[in-house]
């Protein structure tokens, strides 16, 4: 008798990963601007169905209550505060940022305190928190759900967060791994982003166990061999990877597929060890280019794998521009599997 695969959304994924690390731990809290919906007033017959804008905490406070799942003003310099003072006294909070375009409003609470506060304090203190953010543009393979965000709620801004040392960033790219790295971000004792793109939210839909586990942190994984070319994929950029590389073998060109899932610290090694079997590498990344992670993982392999390289590295990004409002120009904002198919051809000097 065969038992049938399990299978959750990449929204509900993160949200068995809390609920179940909630259960375990009475010392984790969660808190941000409407993750609690009208559920946070119960007692006056609200309903909780609505769980933020991803629909990742729906749920929690009728199970948790108001005491441990935190509905804030919209203040992000306040309550990201509040989450790095109670990670110091001893609380493992989880903070929602509800889109990355506001961490301008508590880049200080994140990058002077967070990230910082183990350091100052000579390793005698921990800070064991977690900051989910959504990130990214719908672009031509968004779902219906969602786009039109205009450029102050669709950026990719993970590059700024990969930057600061004290703070460890992460971009899941499936169900199953946004739950293993979710809950290895919260069992982390120091201050970890996670970077959740709001159109693989509600759509990438894969099997996820039950049990609870965890994917280490910093390690990049190989999710399909090939030996013509690596395509470095960050987030929903992976998808996009994967989907050029079904195209390119078509054309006969073998296309290795490497899911990056850490930013920060990234496994350069598992990049490397990718480029040295195939000898040319594209890093894709739907940030925009200048002083992305993009360029970063470029120069890394020119540096310490150039020797490995028949051919310049390629990047595919967004453009150099804020990301346009009208849904025609969005879905060309976003790279494409056809970029980076039209990359690997000038790589390879073909014409496709």
Request: hydrophobic share 45%; proline share 6%.
């Amino acid at each position: 008798m065969t038992t049938a695969v399990r299978e959750l959304t990449f929204s509900q994924a993160i949200n068995e990963a809390i609920r179940q690390e909630m259960r375990r731990d009475p010392t984790i809290v969660i808190m941000g601007e409407d993750i609690a919906g009208g559920a946070g007033r119960a007692h006056l017959g609200f309903v909780d169905a609505w769980g933020g804008p991803l629909r990742v905490t729906r749920g929690l406070i009728t199970e948790f209550g108001p005491e441990r799942v935190l509905d804030t003003p919209i203040a992000e310099m306040g309550f990201v505060g509040a989450a790095v003072g109670a990670a110091m006294t001893g609380l493992r909070p989880i903070v929602e940022v509800l889109f990355v375009d506001l961490i301008g409003c508590c880049y200080d609470q994140i990058i002077n305190q967070a990230a910082k506060m183990h350091y100052m304090m000579g390793g005698q203190l921990d800070l064991p928190l977690v900051i989910r953010i959504p990130y990214g543009a719908r672009g031509a393979t968004g779902q219906t759900y969602g786009g039109g965000a205009a450029a102050q709620h669709s950026q990719t801004l993970y590059s700024v967060l990969a930057h600061v040392p004290g703070l460890k960033v992460v971009a899941p790219t499936t169900a199953y791994n946004a739950k293993g790295l979710t809950m290895a971000a919260i069992r982390d004792d120091g201050p970890v982003v996670v970077m959740e793109n709001k159109f693989l939210g509600l759509a990438a839909k894969g099997p996820v166990p039950e049990e609870p586990y965890t994917i280490p942190i910093g390690r990049a994984e190989v999710v399909r061999r090939g030996r013509d070319v690596t395509l470095c994929g960050i987030g929903r950029m992976t998808h996009v990877c994967l989907e050029a590389a079904a195209l390119l073998a078509g054309e006969g060109t073998s296309a290795e597929v490497v899911d990056v899932l850490t930013l920060a610290p990234l496994d350069e090694a598992t990049i490397l060890e990718s480029v040295a079997r195939t000898k040319r590498l594209v890093v894709v990344d739907e940030d925009t280019p200048t002083a992305s992670m993009a360029r970063d993982i470029a120069a890394r392999v020119a540096d310490q794998g150039f020797d490995f390289l028949d051919a310049p590295v390629k990047t595919v990004t967004a453009p150099e521009t804020p990301v346009p409002f009208a849904a025609v120009l969005e879905a060309h904002y976003v790279p494409r599997a056809a970029n980076v198919v039209a990359a690997v051809h000038t790589l390879l000097g073909t014409g496709g």
